[in-house]
């Protein structure tokens, strides 16, 4: 069975500044990803980035990157220089014939 | 744009009636999931279809049904449905028959408000 627990109910940023979205898993499975999206207001969820556990590197798309520490089982999304469009809900998530979610996180971008 | 399209956008009925929710997949994925999102329970599997067959169930009620066509289109149905079935329902696509491997794009979901 997966798990994913996200601690931080709600985030605050200044425009410009960097976050770190925190998240931590559990996973019985060998070979596993990991996954971010963004739901916004509007309620549609939008796929950000995806970490798989035997990537040596850490993902990176644009302005979105996973900080993948597999040893203490954590796969935090940092976003670099925030926009005011950031502020959204952000679930980290696992599985692979399914997707298991955590409880999300709402970051708040303000001017 | 995902590339995955959820019809309706938004469905209000009543409380014992019969909706049927539509998705159609990413061109070229085979694979169509099904979630739902509910302010108590999160965000929840509920079923996968991988070119019409059904390669696993997750919380699903008796009540909910799903099928894939030949076009790869999904259907998921609910019957006599209960105030508590008022959620936003996901699909989502791609292109694995085994897993939401590396991409898992969601459609914009549509959301179910029964009164």
């Known amino acids: 069975a997966q798990k994913i627990t996200q601690t931080q109910p709600g985030m605050f940023v200044q425009e410009k500044e960097a976050v770190t979205l925190d998240c931590t898993y559990d996973?019985?499975?060998?070979?596993?990803?990991l996954f971010w999206y963004k739901q916004p207001s509007s309620g549609e969820m939008i796929f950000l980035i995806y970490?798989?556990?035997?990537?040596?590197q850490n993902a990176t798309e644009g302005r979105y990157s996973l900080n993948f520490q597999k040893a203490r089982k954590s796969a935090n999304l940092v976003i670099s220089a925030s926009q005011l469009g950031d502020s959204a809900m952000y679930f980290c998530?696992?599985?692979?014939?399914?997707?298991?979610f955590g409880t999300g996180t709402r970051l708040l971008v303000s001017p | 744009d995902s590339g995955v399209t959820q019809t309706p956008k938004h469905l209000i009925t009543a409380t014992g009636q019969r909706v049927t929710l539509r998705c159609s997949p990413r061109s070229g994925d085979l694979s169509v999931y099904w979630y739902q999102q509910s302010l108590d329970q999160g965000l929840q599997f509920l079923i996968h279809?991988?070119?019409?067959?059904?390669?696993a169930k997750g919380n699903i009620l008796e009540r909910f049904s799903a099928q894939q066509f030949p076009d790869l289109h999904s259907e998921l149905n609910l019957s006599s449905l209960e105030l508590g079935d008022s959620a936003l329902y996901f699909c989502?696509?791609?292109?694995?028959?085994?897993?939401?491997?590396?991409?898992?794009?969601f459609g914009q979901g549509t959301r179910l408000t029964v009164v």
């Open positions: 970490q798989g556990s035997y990537d040596q």
């Open positions: 279809y991988y070119n019409g067959e059904e390669r």
């Open positions: 989502a696509s791609s292109v694995h028959s085994t897993g939401m491997n590396t991409e898992a794009f």
């Open positions: 998530a696992t599985g692979f014939q399914k997707l298991v």
């Open positions: 996973t019985s499975d060998p070979s596993y990803g």
